[in-house]
């Protein structure tokens, strides 16, 4: 959530972004939404009980999908009757929420928003993500650059780690060799962070993997390395996001990230953008 200032700054406005990761549009969002918005107006009412109005907040959602959003966007789209009973429009609460549907987005419109480097890209691995191949096309074709210009800007090199560890979670069984040389390819600049990820991989979930792997055979003990490196980059990036958007992470959750699954990963991966708490992220 954003807060930008309104009326000569002396009051604010609220954007609520929320990332949608279902493959097809939500049918009941304007009312998911409503949700979300009652909530903040509550939390704004309890740190300041005296209030007399309530903040704007406009809700914003990105959405992702293939075929991109063809689900009501006004809360009256969705309440049986309005059609019918015009007069209803009036005594029922309604909103239209925005949503940025990025399949309808073109590289070039994504590549010319006024945002720095990060969002931008990581806007671009939400449009791509679902294939690999067509990921790595349209870094070569129109996102090489931008991604060199993340590497840039990029100093201690964190954001550029979290972008090329979501490209190899959603890489499928593509070898990470092929994806790195791939990625060298298209931008040379990536170069030191594919590295880290390497030695992430290699360092941490290989001699785990071989290391237990022995009485079974080293070949068995490369695979399960593989596979724990993989479970360890989800679990560094998802510490990653925790903190820069929590602020923190205590121990009983650094202890629940050790012990999970990679399905459990890949889980609370998808959760950590949209939410409110620490704790909302790792439910069933």
């Known amino acids: 959530m954003f807060r930008a200032p309104i009326l000569g700054g002396r009051e604010h406005a609220y954007v609520y972004v929320f990332l949608e990761h279902q493959s097809e549009p939500?049918?009941?969002?304007?009312?998911?939404v409503l949700g979300y918005v009652n909530r903040i107006w509550e939390a704004a009412v309890r740190e300041e009980p005296g209030r007399k109005t309530l903040p704007p907040i406009i809700p914003l959602i990105v959405h992702h999908g293939p075929a991109g959003w063809t689900a009501p966007k006004r809360l009256h789209d969705?309440?049986?009757?309005?059609?019918e009973i015009p007069e209803l429009a009036s005594l029922v609460p309604s909103f239209e929420i925005l949503v940025d549907d990025l399949a309808t987005h073109s590289d070039e419109a994504l590549c010319s928003r006024p945002l720095p480097p990060f969002p931008k890209v990581a806007l671009w691995l939400l449009r791509d993500s679902r294939s690999i191949e067509r990921l790595l096309q349209s870094l070569a074709a129109a996102w090489r650059d931008e991604l060199g210009r993340l590497r840039r800007a990029d100093s201690g090199g964190e954001d550029t780690l979290v972008a090329l560890g979501y490209i190899l979670r959603v890489a499928g069984d593509l070898p990470f060799e092929a994806l790195r040389e791939r990625l060298k390819a298209a931008t040379p600049e990536l170069e030191d962070v594919m590295a880290t990820i390497e030695e992430q991989i290699f360092q941490r979930g290989f001699e785990k993997g071989v290391q237990?792997?022995?009485?079974?055979?080293?070949?068995?003990?490369v695979e399960q390395g593989v596979e724990q490196g993989r479970a360890e980059a989800l679990r560094d990036t998802l510490g990653r996001?925790?903190?820069?958007r929590f602020g923190g992470v205590d121990v009983s959750i650094e202890r629940h990230l050790e012990s999970a699954s990679e399905s459990d990963l890949d889980r609370w991966l998808e959760r950590v953008v949209t939410a409110e708490r620490p704790e909302d992220i790792f439910g069933p």
Do not use: N
């Not at 939500?26 to 998911?32: A, D, K, Q």
């Not at 237990?212 to 003990?221: A, D, M, N, R, S």
């Open 26 to 32: 939500e049918p009941l969002m304007p009312w998911r």
């Open 78 to 83: 969705i309440i049986q009757g309005i059609r």
């Open 212 to 221: 237990q792997g022995v009485e079974q055979g080293i070949q068995q003990g």
């Open 241 to 244: 996001l925790l903190r820069a």
